[in-house]
């Protein structure tokens, strides 16, 4: 795949697929036909690194939040909650989810409930590796029980918000693209003594630090979205592990349009829980791929 593959074609396509808030599941799902034959989702970057040391939160509030990432992913695995609220002009669509990722061999698998009003009803499981993501139950032509398969340099957002949810490692991979760093106060979740933190944070930059394919969904949103200063609020305990964040994300529901009235604003938010506990994922075997033509959509 070339770099105009990857560069040039989302700035073609988003805003006819992203225009409706309820529709923003589908998103994937509606760009499968041209993304047939490729392969890659998200990942967790240098999470993978070791230190012998205990982890422990910096006391340097940008430091703390660019180090959540790398921190989290050395517990080996998360449980997650997610939630999606989508916000245009005219109207507003809220997408839940439950899941969790394996940061040792890098996989994740999340369920999503899909609003009222959606073409696609019920939920949507997805699949995420880095580089790529799988989704089952993404349109009416698709067979059930079968999966597409996309990479994420196909969609216009990388699959940070395209299929309901952000995955736990994308995640915590755009701290890493941190910019500014406020210390808010310490609030107590759940018996749990939590340091909360807001600022501003780069996608492009946290694709960059991130690296590899687990880089390439922050980059592709990194070029869509049409606020480059994404705005975050992150919690984190002693230890520096990520309990949850919320991104904002921005894009122009009408091609190249500017104004406020044609923004649709994406608030995302990820709460992790129950570090190391074993999470059952796996990717979807080549025979239960649904294999799409070139010219089929798959609504």
Same mark, same amino acid.
């Given at each position: ?130 580089? #790529?993501?799988?989704?089952? /139950? ?20 990388? /699959? ?108 995302? #938010? #990820? ?29």
């Amino acid at each position: 795949m070339t770099d105009q593959q990857r560069t040039g074609r989302p700035a073609r396509r988003p805003a006819p697929h992203l225009r409706s808030a309820a529709g923003a599941a589908l998103l994937a799902a509606a760009l499968a036909a041209g993304a047939a034959g490729c392969s890659g989702g998200s990942g967790g970057g240098s999470s993978d690194q070791q230190s012998n040391a205990p982890d422990q939160l910096a006391a340097d509030p940008l430091t703390a939040v660019r180090n959540a990432a790398d921190i989290t992913g050395r517990t080996g695995s998360a449980h997650t909650a997610t939630e999606l609220v989508t916000e245009s002009a005219e109207k507003k669509a809220s997408f839940s989810g439950t899941g969790g990722y394996d940061y040792v061999k890098r996989i994740g698998r999340l369920e999503v409930q899909v609003p009222p009003g959606a073409a696609t009803t019920g939920k949507i499981v997805e699949v995420v590796l880095p580089g #790529t993501v799988y989704l089952q /139950n993404s349109g009416a032509k698709v067979p059930e029980g079968k999966w597409v398969k996309l990479d994420v340099r196909q969609l216009p957002d990388g /699959n940070l918000v395209s299929s309901g949810a952000t995955d736990p490692a994308s995640s915590a991979g755009a701290l890493r693209g941190a910019q500014k760093a406020e210390a808010v106060g310490t609030e107590t979740v759940d018996g749990v003594s939590l340091h909360h933190y807001r600022g501003t944070l780069d996608l492009a930059k946290a694709a960059d630090a991130t690296g590899g394919r687990g880089g390439d969904g922050l980059r592709m949103g990194a070029q869509t979205f049409t606020v480059k200063d994404v705005p975050y609020d992150a919690w984190l305990d002693d230890q520096g592990r990520l309990r949850k964040v919320v991104e904002v994300f921005t894009f122009a529901g009408v091609a190249g349009s500017k104004e406020a009235k044609d923004q649709v604003k994406v608030t995302s #938010t #990820t709460a992790l829980s129950d570090f190391g506990k074993p999470v059952e994922a796996a990717e979807p075997s080549a025979s239960d791929i649904y294999q799409m033509k070139p010219t089929e959509s798959p609504k």
